[in-house]
């Protein structure tokens, strides 16, 4: 499987952007995540969206503001960012696996190349 991330850009705070993270399978059967690392710091769980039902789960730090969605049929999933900060800027990367959502980056066995979000105060 491999993923292809997009959407990121410039933006000012407060501003919105919808990330887009497509598939080159199917990946219906796995679940989705998107993680993000700013500049010298670790890779960190954001959000993620389980294959069977649907559930969502999401950082303490982004909740109310970001919702992650997917498209089975697209092989695609999104993350929409609304309310933007300059915390969140950072390499956002999309992610997949079989199983349940975890929030380690160890338990992901695919990866997209990362989309760059800067958020400018």
């Known amino acids: 499987v491999q993923l292809q991330a997009s959407g990121g850009g410039l933006v000012q705070a407060g501003d919105s952007l919808r990330l887009s993270c497509a598939a080159s399978?199917?990946?219906?059967?796995?679940?989705m995540a998107w993680f993000r690392q700013a500049p010298g710091k670790q890779r960190d769980f954001v959000a993620g969206?389980?294959?069977?039902?649907?559930?969502?789960y999401y950082d303490d730090s982004v909740k109310g503001r970001f919702t992650i969605s997917r498209d089975n049929a697209e092989n695609t999933v999104y993350l929409q960012m609304n309310s933007l900060k300059p915390g969140d800027t950072a390499v956002y990367y999309c992610?997949?696996?079989?199983?349940?959502?975890?929030?380690?980056?160890?338990?992901?066995?695919?990866w997209g190349q990362g989309t760059q979000v800067t958020v400018s105060s």
């Open positions: 969206i389980e294959f069977n039902d649907g559930s969502t």
């Open positions: 992610a997949a696996k079989g199983g349940v959502v975890r929030t380690t980056t160890p338990a992901y066995n695919y």
């Open positions: 399978a199917r990946t219906f059967s796995f679940a």
